[in-house]
């Protein structure tokens, strides 16, 4: 089951609200949600549910016996524990998403010849495999005390809005919540705005900018002229900027829904003026995971500074897929964080901010296309054609007629990638008067989003998010 559909949005959702309203306790209200949450997963992955209890299962059991240890200062009998999870969680991963990708990379070796094993990537094994990870890991180093009861820590993992494509939620952020929540009425209208504006971006932006990626990727890029490849790439970055980020809008606005205050995931990551601000705008969950967790491990004994970053950048790559594309992906964005501080942030603000723009977007562009491309040989060719080394054409009618049918959708992906909603809010925060007329046009406004992206929606055969495949 996936957020932008109608099952989802007029029968999933309506019920799982109107059963938790009606439900007595906080107990009860997390029951609920566990119960709904678990039948969200099973919608798509009968099979894999299992998988999915079977982790919590461990996981809290390891959990107990880290927060155990702890307490009577065993502090290798913890490590112990955090070791066996840490093997468990990380092979788990290994198997389903990374033992097909092994096993062929293995095969390129002379007289190997090892079986491909064919495993279905479970829905959001990612995502919530990290989510325990960050649990375990704070567990360890004393942030947080162990959760004592299986069914919060079940909620905590499985809960639906987050399950199967992020943002990766810390335990600290919402321990308390998971013990002691409201739904306040402002929570209630902040989360369906959120909600329907998610929506909004996945089913009326990404999903007709993708029409046009795969009008001009899909095929042989060979034929693609300069300005079309430039054309494409472009709207492929914010094709994935929509996907994504409306999937973290509706998961955020789902959780005020039920009293949860979900980190942001997503902060305008084109504005950015440089690489590393880019990366502290965008996916930021996954960001600072990484960051928190990966970037000051000892290598060889020792905490290195620039062999830890490109540790994390080599991680993040391989963690968006079992393909080497993603991996010089993460790298390649890795080496420009690296020339920024080796630069420096002081003389980076020195430089133009007008070359600063321009130099971050080509890097970001060239580097979804990197992320596009799994093939060596289209993504060999999508570089030559960004230079015109193709030996076609700068531009050409295919190019120009798709832009000018394209120019509201264009123009309006553009718009929305600024802070129009956070300025409106701030607006009517400043101006008291002003609230009445923003709140009824935001109440306008949100209807007829919910109502162009049902309409979208009824012809719409197959809905996923792509990050759903990571």
């Not at 992955?45 to 079977?54: A, D, T, V």
Request: some cysteine; glycine content about 8%.
């Amino acid at each position: 089951m996936v957020f932008s559909s109608l099952i989802f949005l007029y029968l999933f959702l309506p019920v799982c609200l109107l059963c938790y309203g009606l439900s007595p306790s906080l107990r009860v209200k997390n029951a609920v949600l566990i119960l709904f949450s678990l039948v969200f997963y099973a919608w798509g992955e009968p099979f894999y549910i299992f998988l999915l209890l079977g982790s919590v299962m461990v996981n809290y059991r390891l959990g107990l016996g880290i927060g155990k240890a702890r307490d009577i200062e065993k502090h290798k009998l913890a490590t112990v524990f955090f070791t066996v999870s840490l093997i468990f969680n990380i092979g788990l991963l290994g198997v389903f998403k990374y033992s097909g990708f092994i096993v062929e990379n293995l095969n390129l070796i002379p007289h190997v010849s090892l079986p491909v094993p064919k495993l279905t990537l479970p829905i959001g094994i990612s995502f919530y495999t990290f989510q325990i990870l960050s649990y375990i890991i704070d567990l360890y180093w004393g942030n947080v005390e162990r959760q004592r009861n299986p069914f919060r820590f079940l909620l905590y993992i499985s809960m639906f809005p987050q399950l199967v494509a992020g943002p990766i939620v810390r335990y600290s952020a919402i321990e308390q919540e998971i013990r002691e929540r409201h739904v306040t009425l402002n929570d209630f209208s902040n989360g369906i705005t959120r909600l329907i504006l998610g929506l909004a971006k996945k089913v009326i932006l990404a999903n007709h900018l993708s029409t046009i990626v795969e009008a001009f990727f899909g095929g042989d890029v060979a034929n693609l002229t300069v300005l079309g490849t430039w054309y494409a790439v472009i709207v492929y970055a914010m094709q994935i900027y929509f996907d994504f980020s409306g999937y973290s809008d509706m998961a955020i606005g789902m959780g005020y829904l039920f009293g949860f205050h979900f980190d942001e995931n997503f902060k305008h990551p084109f504005l950015c003026r440089d690489i590393s601000e880019f990366w502290q705008r965008w996916h930021i969950s996954l960001g600072t995971f990484f960051r928190d967790y990966l970037l000051y491990v000892p290598i060889f004994g020792k905490r290195r500074k620039y062999g830890g970053l490109f540790l994390v950048w080599f991680c993040t790559g391989l963690w968006h897929g079992a393909s080497w594309n993603f991996v010089i992906w993460g790298l390649y964005f890795g080496l420009f964080i690296f020339i920024e501080q080796l630069i420096g942030k002081k003389r980076i603000k020195k430089i133009p901010l007008v070359i600063r723009h321009i130099y971050s977007k080509l890097i970001i562009f060239i580097g979804f296309g990197i992320f596009y491309f799994e093939d060596f040989g289209r993504l060999l060719q999508f570089f030559k054609n960004l230079v015109g080394l193709n030996g076609n054409k700068l531009s050409d009618s295919f190019t120009l007629l798709s832009m000018q049918n394209n120019c509201w959708l264009l123009l309006a992906a553009v718009i929305c990638c600024f802070p129009v909603y956070d300025g409106i809010q701030k607006i009517k925060l400043r101006h008291s008067g002003a609230g009445v007329a923003i709140g009824s046009a935001q109440i306008v406004l949100n209807v007829v989003l919910l109502l162009v992206s049902s309409i979208l929606l009824v012809d719409a055969t197959n809905n996923p998010f792509l990050y759903f495949r990571f």
